[in-house]
């Protein structure tokens, strides 16, 4: 149990995540007024007494842009109120794709995310699985960088005994070692292209399928067209049962219908992205990351150690 002197937001992306989260931590989740002007401005005021206090602002910062806006208006707000530390819980890290200058004339977004977050008065990060490792050292300030393999492994313990880790590309090799550590098994890379932006084409698969249940994994599923390509990939080259593992579902479009379509047995996906799933779609199963989430706020607020909670691979 923490102590009462620090307090819990949520902006308005994941409203029900931020709620999963409190209720772990036993606490209520702070009072905070969000309205729009009639422009569709967003204007934020606490509710409640907030100086002297460590603050969590939870917000995913998936598109709409308005999500980011308010978290920065949230920030600032609680930082013009003077609380002694805001930690920014951001379980999707939004704008990450764009890590790095790959062409003329472009920007880096994750780059230009990480100023605006230090500058409008961030004390600390905590998101989940970002697209690349390195946007870590974008900040100046301290980061959380948690692990969602660890709310996934234990789903597959029961077909281990057959199971190969597939990586969709060489830079998810890292995120995918930590499940095949995990779950003892060996690991496989899919080489591919991406000619465009949410295309890509699979030229090769380093490893053997062949006969093996495949669990594939990856940090966002967004058109789902890459993964639906990996599993017609994985199924010519004779692998067996396929499931999947996905930390952040933007499920654009008709990802949805793409998954449900394809020849994959179960994909696994988590809540730091609100959405609502149907019914209908039967090879879809939402887990949670609140648990996690409140944990490295429990440990974060002690000054306990984070990265003993998750053994992460350094491998």
Avoid at 9 to 32: M, R, W
Avoid at 264 to 269: A, F, M, N, S, T
Avoid at 285 to 294: H, L, N, P
């Amino acid at each position: 149990m923490l102590a009462s002197d620090y307090k819990i937001f949520s902006g308005s992306s994941n409203f029900a995540l931020a709620e999963k989260i409190a209720a772990t931590l036993d606490k209520p989740l702070g009072s905070v007024e969000k309205k729009r002007f009639s422009d569709g401005e967003i204007w934020v005021k606490y509710g409640e007494n907030i100086r002297g206090s460590e603050v969590f602002i939870i917000q995913s910062t998936n598109p709409p842009a308005e999500n980011l806006m308010e978290l920065l208006i949230m920030i600032d707000a609680a930082k013009r109120a003077s609380a002694t530390r805001i930690t920014a819980v951001i379980p999707y890290f939004g704008y990450s794709r764009q890590d790095r200058k790959d062409q003329p004339r472009v920007s880096i977004t994750a780059k230009l995310i990480a100023n605006l977050i230090t500058t409008a008065g961030a004390d600390r990060i905590m998101t989940m699985d970002l697209h690349a490792a390195q946007i870590q050292g974008f900040f100046d300030i301290p980061f959380d960088h948690l692990y969602g393999s660890t709310m996934f492994t234990g789903l597959f313990n029961n077909v281990k005994d057959n199971l190969v880790v597939v990586s969709p590309d060489v830079g998810g090799i890292k995120m995918a070692r930590s499940y095949a550590k995990r779950l003892h098994a060996d690991l496989v890379v899919i080489d591919k292209r991406r000619p465009k932006q949410n295309l890509a084409e699979v030229v090769h698969i380093i490893g053997n399928v062949e006969g093996k249940d495949v669990l594939l994994v990856d940090d966002l599923i967004d058109t789902a067209g890459t993964f639906v390509g990996a599993i017609e990939a994985l199924k010519s080259n004779g692998a067996g049962e396929i499931y999947g593992a996905v930390t952040h579902p933007l499920f654009s479009g008709s990802a949805i219908e793409r998954v449900q379509n394809s020849q994959i047995k179960e994909l696994y996906v988590s809540d730091t992205i609100a959405f609502h799933l149907a019914d209908k779609y039967n090879k879809i199963e939402q887990v949670s990351a609140s648990g996690i989430f409140a944990e490295a706020i429990r440990r974060t607020y002690n000054n306990e150690s984070i990265s003993s909670l998750f053994d992460i691979d350094k491998g």
